[in-house]
């Protein structure tokens, strides 16, 4: 956790550091490997606002509350079909 928060972030304090060519590269692999884990879960955050947006759009002033149950329900059964 402490690896991944310094990579990320990148303060990289230089306390813990690879001192051999095997070292640096399952550093480098894992620094790509969190990259895109990161990436993956920062796309399905994205994609996700990006829906409730379009929902939020489709709704207008909230007049229209069994428009809004409907595409709820609609977006429900997508998400179990992604799973």
Do not use: C
Not at 2 to 19: A, I
Not at 20 to 48: H, K, P, Y
Not at 62 to 76: A, D, H, S, T, V
Request: net charge negative; aromatic share 14%; no cysteine.
């Amino acid at each position: 956790m402490y690896y991944s928060f310094t990579t990320l972030s990148t303060v990289g304090f230089g306390d813990m550091r690879p001192v051999n060519d095997q070292e640096r590269i399952m550093g480098a692999i894992l620094m790509m490997f969190g990259n895109a884990v990161f990436s993956f879960i920062m796309t399905q955050f994205l994609d996700i606002l990006a829906s409730w947006k379009e929902v939020d759009e489709d709704i207008g002033d909230g007049e229209q509350l069994p428009l809004f149950y409907n595409i709820m329900k609609r977006m429900n059964e997508d998400q179990e079909l992604n799973y």
